[in-house]
């Protein structure tokens, strides 16, 4: 049983395995982050697109 106890904690594969999940959840919190930031600026950019268009047709309108 004392054997056992000793490789389990010399055992260091799982300690491996739990930083490549850490630095997969920085990762990806990062990301969402930034996705979210560049999804509201795109759709603010999208709105003042669709804002113009809607403007300059309605001035086309009224000159014909």
């Known amino acids: 049983m004392t054997n056992l106890f000793k490789r389990f904690v010399k055992d260091e594969s799982g300690a491996t ?30 709105d003042a697109v669709q804002t113009e268009l809607s403007t300059a047709r309605t001035d086309n309108d009224a000159r014909d």
């Open 17 to 46: 395995a739990i930083e490549y999940g850490l630095i997969a959840a920085i990762v990806a919190v990062g990301l969402i982050a930034v996705l979210n930031v560049l999804g509201t600026e795109l759709a603010l950019t999208f």
